[in-house]
């Protein structure tokens, strides 16, 4: 299986800080890396697909970028609705998730 | 609004099959683009992809867990259904339904998901 490391496990931040998570493939994995947010309770839902394409619908303050084996996603401006566990997913092959990061309000 | 439903029993016993269905309402499950998967999560644990169904019946099983599992797809009733044999408390994990474009695509829409715990 390929691995995915993601960092930092968790986070704190407040409304309108910067966050980057990223995430760290054992093996290149070219751009077939996708982003996902889970809220409490309910599904993951795909924020960012191949590395970098926003989802129809994602708000424009997530982006991503990458590839190979290194990958960040950032948010540019957190605001109350983000806070969440973020994962990412390697579709390459034999599909595997990251650990998860949360992030929390400070 | 294609929609995905899981379903099942919530408690199963130790050494016994865990046997769950996805219904898809508001589509098609014969739609050839997709294929239709399992991901599980344990509780306070990362997701974990199961394996995944083609409307022909083509699976695409994770290695470690395919002694153990089977899918299937029944186009008339629009489920896709999953059977895991031999469980133990380590299989305890909420189960979802999800749908992706091909083995190399992300998923892109997933059931609400349902608990299943193995305990005797």
């Known amino acids: 299986d390929i691995q995915m490391t993601q960092s930092p496990s968790s986070l704190s931040a407040s409304v309108g800080d910067r966050v980057t998570i990223t995430c760290r493939a054992s093996q290149n994995i070219r751009t077939y890396l996708n982003w996902y947010q889970q809220k409490p309770g309910t599904a993951p839902q795909v924020l960012i697909y191949?590395?970098?394409t926003l989802q129809i619908g994602v708000p424009s303050r997530f982006s991503g970028s990458g590839s190979g084996t290194d990958f960040t996603l950032t948010i540019s401006s957190l605001q109350p609705e983000d806070f969440a566990t973020y994962y990412c997913q390697q579709s390459y092959n034999n599909p595997t998730f990251g650990g998860g990061t949360k992030v929390d309000i400070k | 609004q294609l929609q995905l439903q899981e379903s099942g029993p919530g408690l199963v016993k130790p050494s016994e099959t865990l046997s769950l269905t996805c219904t898809v309402s508001g589509g098609s499950i014969s739609d050839s683009f997709y294929y239709w998967g399992w991901i599980r999560q344990p509780p306070g644990q990362r997701l974990d992809w199961i394996g995944s169904?083609?409307?022909?019946?083509?699976?695409d099983l994770k290695p470690s867990l395919k002694s153990r599992v089977s899918m299937s797809v029944d186009t008339s009733k629009n489920q896709v259904s999953l059977n895991l044999s031999s469980v133990t408390a380590a299989d305890t994990a909420v189960y979802y339904c999800v749908r992706h474009l091909n083995s190399l695509a992300w998923f892109d829409l997933w059931g609400q998901g349902t608990l299943v715990t193995v305990s005797s």
């Open positions: 191949a590395a970098s």
């Open positions: 169904i083609s409307y022909r019946g083509n699976t």
